[in-house]
């Protein structure tokens, strides 16, 4: 499901911030667009990313780095993590590592989610099928995360695009809670409320920022 269409469920994260103020402390990267290296050599093209500052890299790993992203083929997309413990991710359960979950735009990532037991997991394409559904050619989707920060777990989101090649892939958009509730997948900062990205391209350009 492409979220630069779903403006209409901003009302539901409204509603959710509402009921929890706390949704006031997300943290946002802002619009992103991280190409995803795509090639065989080893060791594998990777993209890394610091969760906390949204410092990148593709030269190589740096102090700091929390995820990484690699593939090379159309296949698959691998996210691996700097810990298998404290960072994991929503998943379908099936298989080991767990393919990540592509979620629709205002669903809860928070206590209770089905979070793989490993800090990783592989993103289907529409070549190999797997429940929920695989990510779809030239649209964003997202996945969910949980992450533990000086012993306080938060939870967040990442959106990913893919092409119709299926190895143009780009990270979009990053966002986490930092009081430790509950976030919409999708969900950014806005004065009073927490809204949902949708119209208008939110993913569209390029850049960093951190909105509390």
Known sequence: MNIRSLG????????????SPSLAAIVYSGPLNLAVPVGTSSPLPRLWIDL???????????????????????TFLT?????????????TGASTPPFMARLAPGSVIGLGGAFGGIGGGTIAMPTYTVNPGPFL????????FRRVVGGQTL????????????????????????SGASILAGAIPAPGVAAVLGMGG???GRGRRRTR
Not at 53 to 72: E, K, N, R, V, Y
Not at 137 to 144: H, R, W
């Open 8 to 19: 209409v469920i901003a009302s539901v994260a409204t509603a959710f911030a509402s009921a």
């Open 52 to 74: 906390d500052t949204f410092a990148t890299s593709t030269t190589g790993s740096f102090t700091g780095w929390d995820i990484s992203l690699s593939g090379s083929n159309a």
């Open 79 to 91: 996210v691996n993590s700097a810990s298998l413990s404290n960072n994991v991710f929503l998943s």
């Open 137 to 144: 050619p030239n649209a964003e989707s997202i996945v969910g």
């Open 155 to 178: 939870y967040g989101w990442m959106s990913i695009f893919v092409g119709s090649d299926m190895l143009t892939r780009s990270v979009t958009g990053i966002a986490y809670e930092d």
């Open 202 to 204: 939110a993913f569209a």
